[in-house]
């Protein structure tokens, strides 16, 4: 328990394995072996992507000589620091529901003026119309 005396200084499950590994100087593939676990779980562990069942958990206190009070600790601190950075993707998510709204506000605003300028452009063609027709009808009177 010496070399693990102060988990205090980890602040995740990664930190500590990756840290163990090298303290015990040991690859993730021979860990895999010794607990008897898929060698993909073990690299998770490390990269923080997952965290130990209780089996497994079982299986590194006695293996690292801790108690699994000191290993479940770690992964509380690991799920402390997953839920903070799924916090920051939800603020991101709500920048991009920001976003999207006022892309679609714009849009109806641009679709609004479209509409007025169509008003517009009919009101023009048909005044240009109608004076075409009243020259036609001045330059026939003018004839007669």
Do not use: C
């Not at 328990?1 to 205090?8: Q, V």
């Not at 500590?16 to 993909?40: C, G, M």
Request: no cysteine; proline share 1%; aromatic share 8%.
């Amino acid at each position: 328990m010496d070399e693990f005396s102060n988990l205090n200084k980890y602040n995740s499950f990664a930190e500590f394995i990756s840290d163990a590994l090298k303290i015990k100087n040991i690859t993730r593939q021979r860990l895999a072996e010794l607990l008897d676990i898929h060698p993909t779980k073990v690299y998770r562990w490390v990269r923080g992507a997952s965290l130990p069942k209780k089996d497994a958990v079982v299986r590194i206190a006695h293996f690292f000589n801790l108690s699994r009070e000191d290993i479940n600790n770690l992964i509380e601190k690991q799920k402390k620091i997953k839920y903070k950075k799924r916090g920051r993707k939800r603020k991101n998510r709500d920048t991009t529901k920001e976003i999207a709204l006022s892309i679609e506000e714009e849009k109806n605003k641009i679709l609004e003026r479209q509409k007025e300028l169509e008003k517009e452009f009919y009101t023009i063609i048909k005044e240009m119309i109608d004076n075409a027709i009243q020259l036609h009808f001045l330059k026939e009177e003018k004839k007669q």
